[in-house]
């Protein structure tokens, strides 16, 4: 997001990377876990329910120890982060919410927040996930 594109025009390539990031990310969660890694740096952390996981290996050992599942997103949002908050790197941040069945559990209501960074290679671009929060909400009757 160099400093010649305008805000609006660098919200708007935020919201588009975050609609397709959020298609992957939920299908590939669901269907093909074993790769969800992937989409994850090297060193990202994740924060499920409290829980700390840093690293690629401890990721991958947390996601194949969650049952099977079935995301349902109803809203997301997005923003780009600015610049001088990550060493001029292109970053998102990205919220979703829905709703999520694991076998064997009840439907329950979800938000999760990514920090989506852009990783360039051979003039291909590339978001990768830097941060990742998911926490199961609940709320009162």
């Known amino acids: 997001m160099a400093a010649s594109v305008d805000f609006k025009t660098c919200v708007d390539q935020a919201c588009r990377a975050a609609e397709e990031f959020a298609n992957i990310y939920y299908e590939t969660m669901d269907k093909r876990r074993q790769v969800l890694t992937r989409l994850y740096l090297d060193k990202a952390t994740l924060v499920w329910n ?32 600015h610049e001088q908050a990550t060493q001029n790197q ?45 926490r199961f909400q609940d709320w009162p009757s």
Not at 99 to 128: D, I, P, R
């Open 50 to 81: 409290g829980t700390a996981v840093t690293g690629q290996e401890a990721l991958a050992h947390f996601f194949h120890m969650l049952p099977s599942s079935e995301f349902q997103i109803s809203s997301f949002d997005c923003q780009p982060v």
């Open 90 to 134: 292109t970053t998102v941040l990205v919220v979703t919410c829905g709703a999520v069945k694991f076998e064997g559990s009840v439907k329950q209501f979800f938000n999760q927040n990514f920090l989506l960074t852009a990783q360039t290679t051979n003039n291909n671009t590339v978001w990768k996930i830097a941060s990742d929060c998911f």
